[in-house]
């Protein structure tokens, strides 16, 4: 009688032992399926399109430089007319769609997002696309008296998407072993 109770303990411990560690694995599972998501379809295009975007705008100042390497636009005499036909070309070839892509990732994406509240400054890079949107529109319509967003560029999604990045790049690779 002893012998079948312990028999039956030990044979309800082991399934319980096996309940709990499929429980764990798929538990990890689940964790590693979530992060692959965040860096594939979020994290990793919106690092690489900040980086792209951030790159190609210190080309473009660069090149356009004021004495000083300061942009047209930060400098005290205005921009030419050959300067803003330029950064027209800039915004509609290269900026407007980088940064646009940008947003329509926090829009389609925005539950990869690590936070439990949407980062401000992802919301201010929503108003800066719309603000460009209209500022092309107007160019569009032959009016070039405007060349900003009416939203300043929020400079924090770069170093947001790298460091979100790099932590579940590392997370990755502890859940991987």
């Known amino acids: 009688m002893i012998t079948l109770a312990v028999t039956i303990t030990l044979a309800f411990a082991g399934y319980v032992a096996t309940y709990l560690n499929g429980l764990r694995l798929a538990q990890r599972q689940g964790r590693l399926a979530r992060i692959n998501s965040q860096l594939s379809d979020f994290y990793g295009p919106l690092l690489a399109l900040a980086e792209a975007n951030g790159r190609t705008f210190d080309a ?3 090149r356009h430089a004021r004495p000083g390497g300061v942009s047209p636009f930060a400098d005290k005499t205005p921009p030419t007319e050959h300067e803003l036909a330029e950064w027209r070309l800039w915004v509609m070839s290269v900026f407007l769609p980088n940064i646009q892509a940008m947003r329509d990732l ?5 539950d990869l997002i690590n936070e439990s509240e949407m980062p401000p400054f992802l ?15 107007r160019w569009e319509a032959g009016s070039h008296d405007r060349h900003l967003s009416v939203a300043s560029y929020p400079h924090e999604v770069l170093a947001y998407a790298r460091e979100g990045f790099s932590r579940l790049k590392r997370e990755q690779g502890r859940l991987l072993g």
């Not at 926090?106 to 925005?110: R, S």
């Open 123 to 137: 919301l201010q890079l929503a108003a800066h696309v719309s603000g460009y949107e209209v500022t092309v529109a």
């Open 106 to 110: 926090v829009i389609q994406h925005a």
């Open 60 to 62: 473009f100042v660069e």
